[in-house]
């Protein structure tokens, strides 16, 4: 398994992979049939089993990175396979999977679908410094990873960037308005869908919940349908505002649905890390940005010469993510600060401001190009309760 002369360094993240239960990846056969060290035909998988190492193949290559499909025979479900990304640095850093920096194109280049692939498993824990769960509790992480022309070497585990909770202080809604207007999700009626699960979720309503998610996962074509991406933006807003009873509701709704019939693996992986509070580094810059500007001080609308420009800085890190995502994760994110919003503004009385008294319990994201800034044209409906109204800052 070392006989590669290039070897590139390598992180394994803490998290776990999703797991692959179809049997044919990308449309080729696995484990063809070769010819064992006794020269007999056997089938490529017993050879690598003899040695320790578990099969695997090349799920999807893409710009910057790939997805491998690894093996499981050992698992409690049955034989399965899990998908393992590798992430070079050009790709987004997903909350799971392996980090190569030094992975380019050239390396990219020497692969497609279907090509196969050896994954050795750390001998103990301790050669990774922890036993970080990248397929499941009972498998060993990856140390060694073979492709035909490079080889990966797992030299560490680290942990994946994770939203905190603060306080978002007497949030201006005007603002809030102009900058859910500029959001380009990839389903006309996402905000509507968003906006009765946030509402649904702060006022602890376990029927609505309940419906108001099975609405959303799923929703939309792709890997990551736009559904799936705007409730893990609702599970971060809950997360960053510290709104612990709403997630642990959302976080109890979501593991009672089959997700690997609702959705495709990948996105149900990353919704599970959201309610965790783990997303890419581009949503987690939007999230600061979009703090920074909605909680001003004072309170104070942006004046109209700068808003363009604050509303650059929340928009501009989702238009690195993908097609769509990055503004369907948001319109689940904005939609829980407009749910609030507007029941703030139905009860005077009440606080103006999410309260962050300590951080929630662990619970248990691609985005398409802007035009530019545009302001809206009407008021804005905006959520509340089961329905809509329109929502006026005070």
Known sequence: MRSR???????????????????????TALY??????????????QVLARKGVATAEVAHVFDGGLYLAVEDPHSSRGPGR?????????????P????????????LATLKVGTHAGVLPAASPMQLGSRP?????????????EFPDFALEIV?????LRVKTQPWWALDSSTLAVLASNLRPGLSDLPSRAGVLASSLLNEDVVDIEVGVRALIGAGPGSTPSGDDALSGIALALRSTGKNSPLELLSHTIESVDLTQATPALSSALIRAAVSGHCVPEVAAAIEAARRLLTASGNETAAAETLPIECAAVLSPLDLVGH????????????????FTCSRLSRPSSSSSFQSPRPPSTAVAHIRG??????????PTQHYAKGTQSCHAP
């Open 5 to 27: 002369s290039v070897v590139l360094p390598a992180t394994a993240s803490l998290l776990p992979i999703p797991r692959i239960d179809a049997a044919r990846v990308g449309g």
């Open 32 to 45: 063809p049939a070769t010819r064992d060290i006794d020269g007999h035909s056997t089938n490529v998988r």
């Open 82 to 94: 899990h998908l393992l990304p590798i992430m070079g640095s050009a790709a987004l850093l997903l």
């Open 96 to 107: 799971f999977g392996i980090s190569v920096p030094q992975l380019g194109r050239e390396h």
């Open 133 to 145: 769960p990248i397929f499941e509790d009972h498998v060993l992480s990856p140390r060694w990873i």
């Open 156 to 160: 560490r585990s680290h942990r994946p």
């Open 324 to 339: 769509s995502s990055g503004h369907d994760l948001f319109t689940g994110f904005l939609a829980v600060l407009t749910a």
């Open 370 to 379: 802007r035009d530019g800034f545009r302001n809206p044209a009407r008021t």
